[in-house]
């Protein structure tokens, strides 16, 4: 099923119709849109996107975010740590909890907190040392 965008109004209607319905102008040689375009089918990526914390009140309590992370209690895994919260080594995992002190993508392979998980930066403190540059041994 195939749309067409009307060039004078911009309405969209269908390939099917013989006049774009609002201001009745006939044309064939409309701007053909694909339905799965429109409609947002062929973006299939949303996987990939790291989730957005929840800032809204629960049963009317303010959630709060003690070390300002942008993950409130209850999702984050370690409130007290700003370097830790879902998504933090996105190189590792863009889901997971993870601690990434020196910010370079990659989690800390040996974290103390057992909420958090491990990921696969040997040196957290150094940005320059980590499995991306190949130097993590």
């Known amino acids: 099923m195939s749309l067409l965008t009307c060039p004078q109004c911009h309405t969209i209607f269908l390939k099917t119709e013989d006049q774009c319905p609002r201001c009745v102008q006939i044309s064939p040689k409309s701007q053909v ?15 990939k996107i790291a989730p957005e914390p929840n800032t809204q009140a629960l049963y009317g309590v303010e959630m709060v975010d003690q070390d300002g992370d ?7 895994c370690d409130d007290e740590d700003e370097h830790t919260y879902p998504g933090a080594a ?11 002190l020196d910010q370079d993508g990659y989690g800390d392979n040996a974290p103390d907190n057992p909420d958090v998980t491990a990921g696969t930066d040997c040196d957290d403190s150094d940005p320059d040392i ?4 190949e130097n993590c041994e």
């Open 70 to 76: 942008g993950y409130e209690y209850g999702y984050d």
């Open 130 to 133: 980590n499995p991306g540059q």
């Open 90 to 100: 996105a190189q590792d995992s863009e889901e997971e909890c993870m601690r990434d």
């Open 33 to 47: 849109i694909p339905l799965a375009l429109l409609l947002g089918l062929g973006l299939s990526a949303c996987d």
